[in-house]
């Protein structure tokens, strides 16, 4: 018989086993290890490979039998859990090929197919596709890949065996790994949707900024997690799950999450992390706080100079090469709505346009001083171009040509929070006139807005 013939007959299967687990053993009850009659026909990587084309199009299609004219049968242990509410209405399945996500309307799934079930699902029937090109099994809902009920869901997988938490594992990587990775199919069909861990890595914001900005709310809040090479990763967190309102842990650790995949439309390609439970040992080694410690402070010492406050009396800055690609209405740098700081960006009609523009101080007399840093702080909530294209800068006064300094840390993604950008030498320009200034840069594939004020500059 052919299995996908055969789920009515699953259904009275399931709904017998209550009756046949009985015993009049009150005090001891037998332990029923569940045994699955499916046969795995397919692995998960050879299943993203049939259907690789249609999730890259974000399209989707049904399921057909294989070439014998079977249901389609994948298999694997189950790698998520949900039940603090940030993997919501997913289930993982990893085999030793690769993972795919499961969409299951239903909550609670975690106490059925816990981490480390083995499961096998015979998918023939169901729709396969796409979301920002990440792959999804499912069934259909507003023209894409919704979540099937859960008692579908139950009727097509098989659990087999207990659940062995060991072989639920995740696996090591690094950012700078998973950077390379980012262009290449057959590491996307491996990686896509893996539990992972990530080793000497730390939060941005860790120990001031919560999980997510609207605890409580609906839709989710973009954190990022970084190494100490400067890589980051993108953390996406539930604004309804349990720890939504806890504070981001300080320092650097070992951070266990589902590896996800996003796409946009103008086709920047990101790797997301999603975090499970924070309390239960995904996150080891860093620090965890109540109440949120004062942001990264500026650099100590009598101010030589200060500007862009929301409370000076004007703007004294310049802007030069406003360079776009010719549409008129489109602006780089300018001040924001009054309020004394500094706005850029290049997106307008929603398009992003090609610009480099740069806004600068009054002349600064560093004479008779030793050193110098400066800081400031900025926002942007949404950065596809911003840490690649935008930095501050420098130039002696006379000088034609600016130098591009690194800055220490980038806000917060998701946000429009202000944080401060840390300490940025100027020690080589120690006893001359400079002027300081920031640089923007876009292009077709983004054209973040970049918001900057509190300049200051220190001995």
């Known amino acids: 018989m052919k299995l996908y013939k055969s789920l ?25 290890v569940p045994e699955a009659t499916y046969e795995v026909n397919t692995s998960i ?13 974000n399209s989707s299609t049904t ?20 039940k603090d509410g940030n993997v919501y209405q997913h289930l993982y399945l990893r085999d030793e090929s690769g993972a795919i996500d499961i969409r299951i309307y239903g909550y609670d799934i975690y106490e059925s197919y816990p981490m480390g079930q083995e499961v096998r699902l015979n998918v023939t029937g169901l729709l396969v596709g796409g979301y920002g090109k990440q792959m999804q099994i499912g069934t259909l809902y507003n023209n894409g890949v919704g979540g099937m009920d859960k008692e579908v869901f139950f009727v097509r997988a098989q659990r087999d065996g207990l659940p062995v938490p060991a072989d639920a594992e995740p696996y090591t990587v690094t950012l700078g790994e998973l950077k390379s990775w980012i ?5 996307l069909i491996k990686w896509q949707c893996q ?18 900005d609207k605890p409580g709310e609906t839709g989710t809040t973009t954190r990022q997690l970084k190494d100490s090479e400067g890589n980051t990763i993108d953390v996406r967190t539930s604004n309804k799950c349990t720890f939504s309102g806890d504070i981001l842990p300080a320092g650097s650790g070992t951070a266990v999450a589902l590896l996800g995949y996003f796409c946009s439309a103008a086709g920047k390609a990101s790797w997301q992390l999603t975090f499970m439970d924070p309390a239960t040992g995904c996150i080891d080694g860093f620090e965890f706080v109540d109440e949120p410690v004062n942001p990264p402070t500026p650099p100590s010492g009598e101010a030589i100079y200060t500007g862009l406050a929301e409370d000076a009396a004007s703007v004294d800055w310049s802007y030069e090469s406003n360079s776009t690609e010719g549409v008129e209405d489109i602006w780089s740098w300018k001040e924001y709505s009054g309020k004394h700081y500094l706005n ?9 346009y090609a610009a480099t523009a740069y806004a600068y101080s009054p002349v600064i007399d560093l004479a008779g001083k030793k050193s ?15 840490r690649t294209l935008c930095c501050a800068v420098v130039k002696e006064e006379g000088a034609s040509s600016w130098t591009e300094l690194k800055i220490p840390e980038w806000p917060a993604e998701g946000s429009w929070a202000f944080s401060n950008s840390g300490a940025i030498d100027l020690s080589a320009y120690a006893g001359k006139k400079i002027r300081v200034g920031f640089k923007y840069g876009s292009n077709s594939s983004g054209a973040d807005t970049w918001e900057v004020k509190n300049v200051k500059i220190s001995e």
Request: with cysteine; net charge negative.
């Open 344 to 352: 850029a960006s290049a997106y307008v009609g929603g398009k992003a």
């Open 195 to 212: 539990l992972v861990k990530l080793e000497n890595v730390s939060f941005v914001g860790g120990g001031s900024l919560k999980w997510t």
């Open 8 to 32: 009515l007959a699953a259904v009275a299967a399931t709904a017998s086993l209550g009756f046949s687990a009985c015993s009049d053993d009150f005090d001891r009850p037998p332990v029923i």
């Open 183 to 187: 262009d290449s199919k057959p590491e």
């Open 372 to 386: 110098a840093k400066m800081s400031f702080d900025h926002a942007a909530k949404f950065q596809t171009t911003l």
């Open 63 to 82: 399921i057909p039998v294989n070439a014998d004219g079977d249901s389609i049968i994948i298999g694997g242990r189950v790698i998520s859990s949900d």
């Open 45 to 57: 990587s050879e299943f993203k490979e049939m259907f690789w084309d249609v999730a890259q199009a």
